[in-house]
């Protein structure tokens, strides 16, 4: 008989098929489906048990009609007929529990059962639904078909509810990803640093607990740097023998590793591991910098757990996160102290070397980080502003390689060509970058859209160089808070048309001492300025035959005007 001939098959299809748009709960979804089959058969009890990918074991998720302790009943694949139907992937139709060796006696009145398999993508089996009859010959053949088709719907509608479910995690989870890397290259401290990246994945992670390890290559040690956990006293303090610990095995390969029973004998002796029974499952993944390991990363869970694949990324990917923003942080502490050496000796040679120097460390960090984000696969819809943000990433991290790669070839040129680009465009994106900036400073913007378009044939990152410069040192000029004024406007000079752009603040304006030479090189009216951004502002400006003018300045405010040449045709 077609199961779809049968009158109860397209209501009951109906209701499981209408799960996928009414919950996102698995559980909610599964206590539906298996009042749906129960009631079109009249079945006196049943359950639905799942695989668990961690034992291989069938763990009833939801029941009805069987004792309540039930539930806590965990069958081995082949163990009773719905252990039987697990591991052979075949339905089957018991017309007398009485007669078959198989069925273990759970509720004393049944007397026929029917069990059909969960069947998922591939042929992996999922999980069995199980029903139960009070009487002999309970359940038909026709019954039975009918039932293995309604059990094909519901496998599909679980599945679909866990990829949403999947999905709207693995959302959220990158959106987490991005906030910790863009909190992460703001901390300069290793200390504020590493306890931001163990905290983050944690979360991230929904782990128990999570630590940092450093290694020191010539000591051949490695030392906590930081950890989260509720245990404190459970960590060890000292450094610590590299022979002696699981992270040499991540160091030594430099891959990941796993276990997931670490309160066995076998790891009594590795002194890395935290003294704390509470702690079950741990996985370890290295902080690379370039081809050597700086560290280690690791997540333990409380109960014994298999990590899975999107699991191993995402630990992965903070690793990576931390070793780069590590690196940043060193790097910024060479910086502070070559730039006090710069100060001091005021020398463009010093300046040459250290931009070398720089160049070159960011180089691989760069490299790291934009694979990184190549892999996140960022992609938002129309209209919503995080896909500006995504553009403007990308276009920012291309123009840091641009810059790395100009600095390293300085005696062989800029390759770079110019575009034709809107000056306003220009202008509003370098804007969004600094958007969080100028809020945290108080500072409002107030900007009206040119009279027309104004195209410049530029480089584009260039002159965000120069406006990132000058919003800056607007931003600096007023630490109480303030305004920043962006005015469009076009000129002629000897027959050429000219954009200009001014830029005002409402800040204390230049000292009058440094005014006529604001535009020289390592001339700063702060003790903590190189001197540097004005005159490499100028320059890149008159090599795009274009200028900046200081139009005004005193106690109100001052302003500073950009001008470029009209793109022709």
């Not at 610990?245 to 990941?256: E, G, P």
């Not at 902080?287 to 333990?300: C, I, P």
């Not at 710069?342 to 020398?347: A, F, G, S, T």
């Not at 965000?464 to 305004?483: C, D, R, S, W, Y």
Request: glycine fraction near 8%; proline fraction near 5%.
């Amino acid at each position: 008989m077609d199961a779809l001939a049968d009158a109860r098959a397209y209501p009951a299809l109906y209701r499981i098929s209408a799960l996928v748009g009414r919950t996102e709960e698995p559980r909610e979804a599964l206590e539906s489906i298996l009042a749906t089959v129960a009631g079109t058969f009249g079945a006196g009890s049943g359950s639905i048990a799942l695989v668990d990918p961690d034992s291989g074991r069938l763990v009833i998720e939801v029941q009805f009609g069987l004792p309540s302790d039930y539930a806590e009943v965990n069958l081995r694949l082949g163990q009773g007929i719905t252990g039987w139907v697990a591991f052979h992937g075949k339905p089957q139709l018991v017309q007398d529990v009485s007669s078959d060796p198989r069925y273990v006696r759970v509720r004393p009145s049944v007397q026929s059962e029917m069990a059909v398999p969960m069947i998922g993508t591939g042929g992996q089996i999922m999980g069995v639904i199980n029903l139960d009859s009070d009487k002999v010959d309970g359940f038909t053949e026709a019954d039975l078909t009918l039932f293995i088709l309604l059990t094909e719907e519901a496998t599909v509608v679980i599945q679909r509810i866990w990829q949403l479910r999947h999905l709207s995690g693995k959302a959220r989870q990158l959106e987490s990803l991005v906030s910790i890397g863009q909190g992460l290259v703001t901390k300069l401290e290793p200390r504020d640093l590493f306890e931001s990246v163990t905290r983050d994945t944690r979360q991230i992670l929904q782990a128990r607990a999570c630590a940092l390890y450093l290694l020191d290559p010539e000591r051949r040690t490695v030392r906590i740097a930081a950890f989260s956990g509720d245990n404190p006293s459970a960590w060890p303090a000292d450094d610590l023998p590299l022979d002696f610990c699981l992270a040499a095995a991540v160091i030594r390969t430099r891959k990941s590793v796993e276990h997931t029973h670490i309160q066995s004998p076998e790891f009594a002796d590795l002194v890395d591991l935290p003294r704390d029974v509470v702690l079950q499952s741990v996985l370890a993944v290295p902080m690379l910098e370039s081809k050597d390991v700086s560290g280690v990363l690791a997540v333990f869970t409380d109960r014994p757990h298999r990590f899975n694949n999107d699991e191993k990324r995402l630990a992965a990917a903070l690793a990576s996160l931390a070793a780069v923003s590590l690196q940043n942080s060193r790097l910024y502490t060479r910086v502070f102290r070559s730039e006090e050496s710069l100060r001091k000796n005021e020398q463009l040679t010093t300046l040459g070397l250290l931009a070398a120097e720089i160049a070159h460390e960011i180089r691989n960090p760069l490299t790291v980080i934009k694979l990184l984000y190549g892999y996140l696969n960022l992609d938002f819809p129309e209209g919503d502003p995080r896909r500006t943000d995504v553009r403007l990433i990308a276009e920012k991290l291309d123009q840091l390689e641009a810059i790395v790669t100009r600095v390293l070839g300085f005696a062989k040129g800029s390759s770079s060509l110019h575009s034709r680009w809107s000056l306003a465009d220009i202008v509003y994106d370098t804007l969004l970058l600094v958007r969080l900036k100028l809020a945290q400073g108080k500072i409002e913007v107030n900007s009206a859209p040119p009279a027309r378009p104004l195209l410049v044939d530029v480089h584009k990152g260039q002159i965000q160089q120069v406006l990132l410069n000058l919003i800056i040192n607007a931003t600096q000029a007023m630490p109480g808070g303030g305004a920043i004024t962006v005015a469009f406007g076009n000129e002629d000079r000897n027959g050429a048309a000219y954009a200009t752009v001014d830029i005002a603040d409402t800040g204390g304006g230049i000292p009058e001492s440094i005014r006529e030479r604001v535009f020289d090189s390592f001339l700063s009216g702060r003790p903590d300025g190189t001197g540097l951004g004005l005159a490499i502002a100028k320059r890149i400006l008159v090599s795009h035959h274009g200028d900046i003018q200081l139009v005004a300045t005193g106690p109100s405010g001052t302003t500073m005007r950009l001008t470029l040449p009209l793109a022709r045709g």
